[in-house]
């Protein structure tokens, strides 16, 4: 898997930072950890467990106690924070840096950036933006859509009809996200967050036709830029000798960056309106996690006495 | 399984072309195959798939290959990419 980083010009742009000070290779610092500092203690001279990959924010109360320092004393802790190696330091509020931050910062070649956001505000959706670009990911052949509002990820071998059933899919009102290869990031312990590669995104192909822009023939509201993968159809060609889930008792799940997601497999055979089916399996996922399964109650009414479900 | 990790040579004219011929040679075998670059991996036998890794001329590919006729396919599409103007 390869290590996720962000660069610094990617933060620039997607928080529209005013660039105070930059070395010039703003495209080159790649920021690699999704935890931001306010450096207080740091700026009062205490420097352990100190971690130098991180962001740094100088909001209200960092910038006041800077104020209550003499020029000398300002300019040796600032010059101790740069000396670190920190990949760039954030002014909040839109606060004047003092006379020294700049002529500091371009002795040890740190950026300086400013926002006109509060200090906690631009702090959480800083790290909720580095916690997205920076988590682990994979990329999966497949194919992601939205039923419901439910992200329901399709994989199965090349030309078990993934994409025809997605095209259906789109047909009956849902929406597509991505279709032959899904890139997932992990964003949290239990979400995954699909999407398209930009080069493919809401593209499609059809054997025999080629490919088609899902976006530009259905319009906007049939595509959507990302959503979370809720669950998992595993489609396979009707093998004579196995045996499927007919009760749908069976907690089966798929593990995706250590996640498990849950999951079914369904066999594909000749005449199986697939879309119907994933729609199906959608919904009924949805009754499922709202607290109805509908096997479980066709036990109970056949053994009202109790039946047990291992018997299944 | 079995993979190698070759260059693709091609000049731009061919390029897409050449994108198609390789995933129609891979459709042919029934192993699974993959195609990996720079730590983003693609399944042969998808054009999207194989588009959306933007192969240009000199990049380096890994192909893998798994099944019962993995060592042919490596072979097929190996000989693909690194020659696709004979095709």
């Known amino acids: ?312 | 399984m079995v993979s190698r990790t070759v260059i693709f040579t091609c000049d731009e004219a061919l390029q897409m072309k050449a994108v198609a011929v390789l995933i129609q040679k891979a459709s042919s075998f029934k192993s699974s195959i993959y195609l990996s670059r720079s730590g983003r991996r693609a399944n042969a036998k998808s054009l999207l798939g194989v588009m959306s890794l933007g192969i240009e001329n000199q990049t380096e590919i890994e192909v893998s290959a798994d099944g019962d006729d993995q060592q042919a396919a490596l072979d097929s599409l190996v000989e693909c990419l690194e020659n696709p103007g004979v095709l």
Not at chain 1, 161 to 178: C, D, M, P, Y
Not at chain 1, 261 to 285: K, Q
Not at chain 1, 292 to 307: E, T
Request: hydrophobic residues 40%; aromatic residues 6%; glycine residues 8%.
């Open chain 1, 1 to 312: 898997m390869p290590i996720a980083s962000c660069y610094l010009s990617e933060i620039v742009k997607a928080f529209d930072l005013e660039v105070l000070y930059s070395p010039g290779n703003l495209d080159q610092i790649r920021i690699n950890v999704a935890d931001v500092t306010r450096p207080g203690l740091q700026l009062a001279g205490y420097f352990d467990h100190f971690g130098p990959d991180r962001i740094q924010l100088i909001g209200n109360m960092e910038h006041a106690y800077l104020d209550k320092l003499s020029t000398e004393i300002r300019r040796k802790r600032l010059n101790a924070l740069f000396g670190k190696g920190i990949p760039c330091l954030i002014l909040t509020r839109n606060h004047e840096p003092h006379p020294e931050l700049i002529p500091c910062a371009k002795r040890k070649k740190i950026p300086i950036l400013r926002t006109k956001q509060a200090t906690s505000e631009f702090m959480s959706s800083l790290v909720k933006h580095l916690n997205v670009e920076l988590a682990p990911r994979i990329s999966m052949h497949g194919v992601l859509v939205e039923v419901n509002g439910e992200g329901i990820l399709i994989l199965g071998e090349s030309g078990v009809g993934k994409s025809e059933t997605a095209l259906e899919i789109v047909k009956r009102g849902h929406r597509l996200i991505a279709d032959d290869q899904v890139e997932i990031r992990r964003v949290s312990e239990t979400t995954l967050l699909g999407r398209a590669p930009d080069i493919i995104r809401h593209l499609i192909e059809i054997r025999g036709i080629g490919i088609m822009d899902v976006k530009e023939l259905f319009g906007v509201s049939s595509v959507k830029m990302q959503e979370n993968i809720d669950f998992v159809i595993n489609l396979e060609l009707w093998d004579e000798k196995k045996s499927y889930d007919r009760l749908g008792i069976n907690e089966e799940t798929t593990d995706i960056l250590g996640i498990p997601v849950p999951s079914i497999t369904i066999p594909v055979g000749p005449g199986r309106n697939l879309a119907i089916i994933v729609e199906a399996a959608a919904i009924n996922y949805r009754v499922k996690k709202m607290g109805h399964n509908a096997a479980k109650s066709l036990i109970d009414r056949v053994f009202p006495g109790g039946g047990s479900l291992s018997l299944f």
